[in-house]
């Protein structure tokens, strides 16, 4: 019936939304580098689409975390593949170091300061490279004439957590101890390349 007809728009818009940001995701890699020998953990939404583009994209061990076993098996069955290892948080994505970490945006579905703590804890794992996108604060001005949980689009009515930009550079470069090397904005949300500080010595 029409409710049958409203899911399948649903997880057609889903599925599109997902094969996106892969190439989002995908768009701000070196593939000589990320690509080449490399262990990648991708924080899962449940698709698998974005660990099977990588998977398949060079010489990379993948695992895939998803924030429930429920979603984990279901990107296992959609995207089987053999360097793939689909498994769930327990508590956190990773106790594991990783070279290069990935995001579908998930961090954002969680309260802000538990998502805050979700990049920190990342950030500790991450060897070189971390990639995300998260959603931006919109203008005070659109703000007034739209509710902010209110158009979120893709992810179905969520109240996503936002961020302002100052406050994620912050986050990411003084609490993460990363630095953005590359960053665009879209949709009202930022994707954003965070790379490993390398330590200058002092000069004497």
């Given at each position: 019936?029409?409710?049958?007809?409203?899911?399948?728009?649903?997880?057609?818009?889903?599925?599109?939304?997902?094969?996106?940001?892969?190439?989002?995701?995908?768009?701000?890699?070196?593939?000589?580098?990320?690509?080449?020998e490399t262990?990648?953990?991708v924080l899962?939404?449940?698709?698998?689409?974005?660990?099977?583009?990588?998977?398949?994209?060079?010489?990379?061990?993948?695992?895939?975390?998803?924030?429930?076993?429920?979603?984990?098996?279901?990107?296992?069955?959609?995207?089987?593949?053999?360097?793939?290892?689909?498994?769930?948080?327990?508590?956190?994505?990773?106790?594991?170091?990783?070279?290069?970490?990935?995001?579908?945006?998930?961090?954002?579905?969680?309260?802000?300061?538990?998502?805050?703590?979700?990049?920190?804890?990342?950030?500790?794992?991450?060897?070189?490279?971390?990639?995300?996108?998260?959603?931006?604060?919109?203008?005070?001005?659109?703000?007034?004439?739209?509710?902010?949980?209110?158009?979120?689009?893709?992810?179905?009515?969520?109240?996503?957590?936002?961020?302002?930009?100052?406050?994620?550079?912050?986050?990411?470069?003084?609490?993460?101890?990363?630095?953005?090397?590359?960053?665009?904005?879209?949709?009202?949300?930022?994707?954003?390349?965070?790379?490993?500080?390398?330590?200058?010595?002092?000069?004497?």
């Open positions: 019936g029409q409710a049958g007809k409203k899911e399948q728009e649903a997880a057609a818009i889903f599925r599109d939304n997902s094969l996106a940001l892969a190439d989002r995701m995908i768009s701000l890699l070196d593939p000589l580098r990320d690509l080449h262990r990648v953990l899962e939404n449940g698709t698998g689409y974005l660990a099977r583009k990588l998977a398949e994209s060079g010489e990379v061990d993948v695992v895939s975390a998803a924030p429930t076993e429920q979603m984990a098996e279901m990107a296992n069955r959609l995207n089987p593949y053999p360097n793939i290892i689909y498994r769930s948080f327990n508590p956190y994505p990773t106790t594991e170091n990783f070279d290069l970490i990935v995001g579908t945006g998930i961090i954002a579905c969680y309260p802000k300061d538990t998502a805050q703590l979700l990049l920190q804890s990342l950030a500790a794992f991450c060897r070189r490279k971390l990639i995300t996108e998260l959603p931006l604060y919109r203008p005070w001005l659109r703000r007034i004439f739209h509710r902010e949980n209110v158009s979120v689009g893709s992810e179905g009515g969520l109240d996503l957590s936002r961020f302002k930009r100052a406050e994620l550079f912050d986050l990411i470069e003084n609490s993460c101890g990363l630095l953005i090397s590359e960053h665009r904005t879209q949709g009202g949300k930022m994707i954003f390349k965070a790379i490993r500080k390398v330590h200058q010595q002092t000069l004497n």
